[in-house]
């Protein structure tokens, strides 16, 4: 791919969201939002200068990993810097606290919130790194989300009602007697539906920090779980993030008064994402194919917790998990290898073809008559990798591995349009 489309690909997503800054008639809040994309430009160069350094230290200390895509090139057996991560984290870190000191810690209130915040983000990439170095176990990269989520719960003041869309009130309201549907009631043994609110509102009491320490350990997990090919963890959760910044630019945009006031939660959530955004992208030049370092599982958990953070403090979980719909299909998808109804290889990424460079549908040997559900076709000797990779191969046929990033987050990109049309046109409260 040449570099100009390379570089044009990268920045298309952002120009929506500076089209929609540029039509927000509040001059007070412009004024923030210049100095945090300036402070982010910053910590964009940062860690663009500093991923080559860092990454000379970590190939040091043995912190590195194979190409598995490269199989067959003369780069196959070259050492590829892993757990680079660490430094989009740290700049990141640094940023946010910059950014918080000016604009958001005016309240105690607002400290505690932005401190556990920053908290919970630290104390993942910390368990990120451990994991990198240490490489944990499946059921540790589980736990460990739910550690690092604690701070962030303890601080949280918010509802734990959730709302249900005008849409979807008939399955638990029936309008015409004017009372619970039997799913509703069946509900309202476990949670509390509001009859006054005519099953508007359910009360989710202590589940609803239930629901939000899972959701820390989606958002880390799942993002871990849609690699292996160049680029992909750190693409994702690029366009995720520019996503998160354009609802929110569009709910200021929106807001009934003409004058598009800020409100907290979503100053709080602009402020984590903008650097968030840059510090990503200063990674994303080095890890994209041919990828000169690995983000590492740090990187994956330090996206998914401030992707978490950001959907816990800014009061909009809900329409966070549609951001995540390419991963949430990955996940289901995976669940016979993730809970072992099949046996789950180290690594799923796809299988490449050394002669043509092209990637297909990688598969794990198997008897002929084990796991015949499982199979195209009965009796073969061996089984499909179960997730959305290895999904758009079978359906679109082999892709070189650039090709394959660019049509997985191409898929990105179109259920952010999907979440946009459900979130502002389909379901409303
Ligand atoms: C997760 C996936 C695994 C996938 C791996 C790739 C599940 C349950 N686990 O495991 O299937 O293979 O991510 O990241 O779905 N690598 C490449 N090219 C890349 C990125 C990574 O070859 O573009 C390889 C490198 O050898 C690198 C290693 O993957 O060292 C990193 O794997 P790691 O992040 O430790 O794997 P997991 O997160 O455990
Ligand atoms: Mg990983």
């Known amino acids: ?12 997503p952002l120009l929506p969201c500076l089209l929609l800054f540029l039509a927000i008639k509040n001059n007070e809040f412009k004024e923030k939002i210049y100095v945090l994309m300036i402070l982010s430009l910053i910590g964009y160069l940062l860690v663009d200068r500093l991923v080559p350094i860092i990454s000379q230290y970590t190939l040091k200390r043995g912190l590195c990993g194979k190409d598995l895509g490269k199989k067959g090139t003369i780069n196959e057996s070259v050492d590829v810097p892993e757990a680079l991560g660490i430094v989009s984290g740290i700049v990141f870190l640094v940023c946010a606290i910059l950014s918080s000191v000016v604009y958001f810690s005016n309240t105690s209130h607002q400290q505690m919130i932005f401190n556990s915040a920053l908290f919970s983000i630290c104390f993942m990439i910390f368990l990120g790194f451990t994991d990198d170095t240490l490489d944990l176990q499946w059921r540790y ?15 949280y003041s918010g509802e734990t009602a959730v709302l249900i869309p005008a849409q979807l009130r008939f399955i638990l309201w029936n309008d015409s007697t004017k009372m619970l549907t039997t799913l509703g009631s069946v509900i309202d043994t476990i949670f509390t539906v509001d009859t006054n609110a005519e099953g508007k509102i359910i009360e989710l009491g202590p589940f609803f920090f239930l629901y939000m320490s899972l959701l ?3 958002c880390t997990n799942s993002i871990n779980i849609l690699a292996g090919v160049n ?32 409100g907290d939660n979503q100053l709080f959530a602009i402020i984590m994402i903008l650097p968030f955004i840059a510090t990503s992208l200063g990674l994303l030049r080095h890890n994209w194919y041919p990828a000169k370092v690995f983000v590492g599982d740090t990187y994956c958990y330090f996206a998914g917790m401030t992707f978490a953070v950001i959907g816990i403090h800014g009061h909009f979980s809900k329409t966070l998990l549609l951001l995540f719909l390419p991963q949430i299909f990955n996940f289901l998808y995976s669940i016979p290898q993730l809970f072992k109804v099949i046996p789950c290889p180290r690594h799923r990424l796809p299988h490449i073809n050394v002669t043509t460079r092209l990637m297909s549908a990688s598969t794990f040997e198997c008897k002929a008559s084990d796991y015949q559900y499982f199979k195209s076709k009965r009796g073969d000797v061996s089984c499909p990798n179960y997730t959305l990779i290895c999904l758009i191969l079978q359906v679109f046929g082999p892709m070189y591995e650039e090709t394959l990033t660019t049509v997985l987050l191409g898929v990105q990109v179109t259920s952010t349009i999907i979440a946009f049309c459900i979130r502002y046109y389909l379901l409303h409260e």
Do not use: R
């Open 1 to 12: 791919m040449a570099i100009w489309v390379k570089y044009s690909l990268a920045v298309l």
């Open 141 to 155: 990269k589980l736990i460990l989300p739910l550690t690092a989520s604690i701070p962030l719960l303890t601080s």
């Open 216 to 218: 820390s350990v989606f």
């Open 231 to 262: 680029g992909l963890e750190c693409g994702q959760a690029y366009i995720i993030a520019v996503s998160i910044l354009f609802f929110k630019l569009y709910d200021i945009y929106i807001s009934s008064d003409h004058t598009n006031v800020c």
